[in-house]
């Protein structure tokens, strides 16, 4: 089994037009699980119905959008609903069986609702703020989700979370694709997103391990650093290998499996 996490980054058009075909060939030999992003969607759209979107970064430098009741509306519009459908969609039209759902349906993952956020404010000092409608990832019930797969379907899940209180959480793409390849106990983890992997010193790390991408995690900029994270959170739940990888290269999921243009972090 194989998560691969669609970032929002490569969505609308911007996939290379080879991905769709490339997934039906990768499907011959495995189960595909898909997660999606889609945040700079979700942003444009706010901004539209005059909501302007803020955005927090945490001490460990870690930048997620606050989320108040009007955004979490929004959020879970965008994300099941246009983003979510466009790839079930897309899917369907280049002949792969697919169903779109959330962490919501099923009760698919559970989040604890963060009732304060500690953040670094413009001057560079810690704050506490309101919570908001973000969640911390507690676990995911992969049960849904595998009776999909064993009807042959490929499920799209966006990453909104539901609390003990039955509030709709916003929970990050990365981190969910992660802890649903946790859960699954999926062999592979695949991010796809607009660059062929970790640059550093602007080079494309081919290779590195679990420790060696902890080590890294405070020093990378937004966007990435989030995925490092989640790469080092699946290695971590017992995924073999996670992988980031560009969406728009020619057969981009062959490329990432056999590790051509794109970073790999193992264990060791
Ligand atoms: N060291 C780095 N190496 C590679 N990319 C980096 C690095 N630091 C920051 N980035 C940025 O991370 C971006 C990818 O993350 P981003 O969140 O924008 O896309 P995504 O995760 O695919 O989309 P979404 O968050 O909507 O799902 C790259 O386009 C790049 O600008
Ligand atoms: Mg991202």
């Keep these: 089994m194989i998560v691969i996490k669609l970032g929002g980054s490569v969505?609308?058009?911007?996939?290379?037009?080879?991905?769709?075909?490339?997934?039906?060939?990768?499907?011959?030999?495995?189960?595909?699980?898909?997660?999606?992003?889609?945040?700079?969607?979700v942003t444009n759209i706010a901004t539209k119905?005059?909501?302007?979107?803020?955005?927090?970064?945490?001490?460990?430098?870690?930048?997620?959008?606050?989320?108040?009741?009007?955004?979490?509306e929004i959020y879970t519009m965008v994300m099941s609903g246009k983003i979510n459908k466009m790839i079930?969609?897309?899917?369907?039209?280049?002949?792969?069986?697919?169903?779109g759902i959330s962490g919501i349906d099923g009760v698919t993952i559970k989040a604890d609702r963060k009732k304060k956020l500690v953040i670094?404010?413009?001057?560079?000092?810690?704050?506490?703020?309101?919570?908001?409608?973000?969640?911390?990832?507690?676990?995911?019930?992969?049960?849904?989700?595998?009776?999909?797969?064993?009807?042959?379907?490929?499920?799209?899940?966006?990453?909104?979370?539901?609390?003990?209180?039955?509030e709709f959480l916003n929970i990050d793409g990365d981190r969910a694709a992660a802890y649903i390849a946790g859960g699954l106990r999926a062999d592979k983890i695949l991010f796809m997103t607009d660059v062929k992997g970790l640059i550093i010193n602007s080079e494309v790390i081919s290779n590195m391990t679990l420790a060696r991408a902890k080590e890294l995690l405070p020093s990378i900029g937004f966007g990435m650093e989030k995925k490092l994270l989640a790469c080092t959170e699946a290695l971590e739940m017992g995924v073999k290998e996670s992988i980031i990888g560009s969406g728009l290269i020619e057969n981009p999921i062959s490329a990432c499996l056999s590790h051509d243009q794109c970073t790999v972090i193992t264990q060791r």
């Design 88 to 99: 079930v969609g897309m899917l369907i039209r280049y002949g792969i069986k697919a169903i």
């Design 49 to 72: 119905l005059g909501k302007e979107q803020r955005f927090i970064v945490s001490p460990q430098g870690v930048r997620s959008r606050y989320t108040d009741k009007e955004t979490i």
């Design 11 to 41: 969505l609308s058009d911007r996939l290379h037009p080879s991905t769709f075909p490339d997934l039906r060939q990768t499907m011959k030999n495995e189960k595909i699980v898909i997660v999606h992003g889609g945040g700079k969607d």
């Design 120 to 166: 670094i404010n413009e001057k560079g000092r810690k704050m506490i703020i309101e919570g908001g409608y973000t969640g911390k990832i507690r676990g995911i019930d992969p049960s849904l989700i595998d009776l999909l797969v064993k009807e042959g379907y490929v499920p799209v899940i966006s990453p909104i979370a539901l609390s003990d209180d039955f």
